[in-house]
T-cell receptor
Framework: GENVEQHPSTLSVQEGDSAVIKCTYS??????FPWYKQELGKRPQLIID?????GEKKDQRIAVTLNKTAKHFSLHITETQPEDSAVYFC?????????????FGKGTLLTVNP | DSGVTQTPKHLITATGQRVTLRCSPR?????VYWYQQSLDQGLQFLIQ???????AKGNILERFSAQQFPDLHSELNLSSLELGDSALYFC????????????????FGDGTRLSIL
């Protein structure tokens, strides 16, 4: 089955700096890669996603890049703000027969210091 | 608001007991996913239902079971509870009718916090 590795497990940056979180996946058949942000005690919220036929996607201060050959994808947050502090999860979706399964990384705790 | 409703928000019970967690998916979504989130385990996929049928199983214990009803709401049943079952249990839904499955992200409910004493 699919295995998703996420690094780093914790990341601390100064407000205004950039933050990068990286994930690797094992199943070359994975074709959809969402990123979720989870604030303490709250539900994971989808912040951006990318499909395997796209190399990069941007949404304001957030961008995701995908390297299918190397089987890794990254989340980039620019001009970080204290409200970006949260746990970020990457995930990879693999098709199993007629079904799609989402495998999550273990999460990165991002702290943005004012 | 994601449109996914989970009840109850909090549940406190004792070891050996049985509980039922409930999830109502977003309007039009046919798939329901259950996840367990412990402090040291991240988001662990438990089980998925699509239009009433079980579709995929993850790391779900034999003491746990689930079902999806004709109105598409789902219930996760946890029995013979142990201290280690204390966790946040999330339900997510996806797949609006008429859309390609592969283009649909999962939207999470607010979770049920289960505490075993």
């Amino acid at each position: 089955g699919e295995n998703v590795e996420q690094h780093p497990s914790t990341l601390s940056v100064q407000e205004g700096d950039s933050a990068v979180i990286k994930c690797t996946y094992s199943d070359s058949a994975s074709n959809y890669f969402p990123w979720y942000k989870q604030e303490l005690g709250k539900r994971p919220q989808l912040i951006i996603d990318i499909r395997s036929n796209v190399g990069e996607k941007k949404d304001q201060r957030i961008a995701v890049t995908l390297n299918k050959t190397a089987k890794h994808f990254s989340l980039h947050i620019t001009e970080t703000q204290p409200e970006d502090s949260a746990v970020y999860f990457c995930a990879a979706r693999t098709r199993e027969g007629s079904n799609y399964k989402l495998t999550f990384g273990k999460g990165t705790l991002l702290t943005v210091n004012p | 608001d994601s449109g996914v409703t989970q009840t109850p928000k909090h549940l406190i019970t004792a070891t050996g007991q049985r509980v039922t967690l409930r999830c109502s998916p977003r309007s039009g979504d046919l798939s329901v996913y259950w996840y367990q989130q412990s402090l040291d385990q991240g988001l662990q996929f438990l089980i998925q239902y699509y239009n009433g049928e079980e579709r995929a199983k993850g790391n779900i214990l034999e003491r746990f079971s689930a079902q999806q009803f004709p109105d598409l709401h789902s219930e996760l049943n946890l029995s013979s509870l142990e201290l280690g079952d204390s966790a946040l249990y999330f339900c997510a839904s996806s797949v609006a009718l008429g859309y390609r499955v592969s283009n649909q992200p999962q939207h999470f409910g607010d979770g049920t916090r289960l505490s075993i004493l």
